[in-house]
């Protein structure tokens, strides 16, 4: 063999052997870690829209906070939309006024509009909404109640992401001990379906918020198989359950608003940190509780 050609010969079997180590380096990206914050809010209906804005200002503008479920919040559309919005299964979706417009809400028709839903529109687009009827209401003791499910995409992790947004009637709770009483009655039906909704969820992650009427802490201690920490402690972990007491209360001594993660969903997300946000408007604090997502 001439020298030119074993210098060829030489070559080809250098570049052979390092085909393989690009490909391999190619092939190991890390995938994509992020925080998402999700914020429970009763924003109090008998405020007037300029206080109420305040506070949703307050929420919307704070760092970290990427989602947001709102409970009572049915007089206070101007808060949270703009123009016509854009029509969806169950509602409509409206963009503006939350933090210079970079939030997108999505408004239920009807009684369902008491509990929106409002995200990031920088770090998430919609997939699907969808209003479930958890029970009928009584008239002077409580309205219709749903939970309100909102489907996104991450676009920085490309997960899917639910939020199931709901209420649950008031004066059901003495001191961890469900009343005898109808209120009760058809709060126990509402959770009952609010589990069955969380385990059927298709989503990569889930997340629940919501005003439940219920003391987590005394719910903690009573253990009721009628509330939350028997009925859905199975199938998702409230903040309450993963930081017992570290949060201020949510409603005078009481903490009553929940941010949860369903359990199956902990392959993709992680809990990071719990705290109520104090100094509002509204007879309620809220509620923000992050988390470590990772596609």
């Not at 008998?46 to 709102?70: E, M, P």
């Not at 201690?221 to 017992?244: E, I, N």
């Amino acid at each position: 063999m001439n020298r030119r050609l074993a210098l060829t010969a030489i070559a080809t079997l250098v570049v052979t052997a390092a085909a393989p180590a690009v490909a391999a380096t190619t092939s190991t990206a890390a995938p994509v870690q992020k925080q998402i914050g999700v914020a429970s809010f009763n924003t109090w209906p008998n405020l007037t829209v300029t206080q109420a804005r305040s506070d949703a200002k307050t929420i919307s503008s704070r760092a970290g906070v990427d989602i947001i479920g709102w409970q009572e919040a049915e007089k206070l559309g101007p808060i949270y939309r703009t123009g016509p919005g854009r029509a969806t299964s169950g509602g409509r979706v409206y963009s503006g006024n939350l933090d210079h417009g970079r939030w997108s809400t999505f408004v239920p028709s009807g009684a369902a509009n008491a509990v929106p839903v409002s995200w990031r529109s920088d770090q998430f687009t919609l997939e699907s909404t969808t209003v479930h009827l958890m029970h009928g209401g009584i008239a002077h003791k409580f309205p219709n109640r749903y939970v309100v499910r909102v489907r996104l995409h991450d676009k920085a992790t490309g997960l899917s992401v639910a939020i199931l947004n709901t209420h649950l009637n008031s004066s059901i709770d003495a001191n961890g001990h469900p009343k005898d009483n109808v209120n009760t009655r058809r709060a126990v039906e509402h959770i009952a379906k609010l589990r069955d909704l969380v385990t059927r969820s298709t989503a990569k992650v889930v997340f629940v918020t919501g005003d439940f009427n219920i003391d987590a802490t005394d719910d903690a201690r009573v253990r009721d198989a009628r509330f939350p920490v028997r009925q859905l402690g199975p199938v998702a972990t409230s903040a309450w359950m993963r930081y017992p007491g570290d949060s201020k209360p949510t409603h005078g001594d009481r903490r009553i608003d929940y941010v949860w993660l369903k359990n199956a969903s902990k392959t993709h997300a992680a809990f990071v940190d719990s705290f109520t946000v104090t100094g509002l408007k509204s007879d309620h604090n809220a509620l923000v509780t992050k988390f470590r997502v990772h596609g």
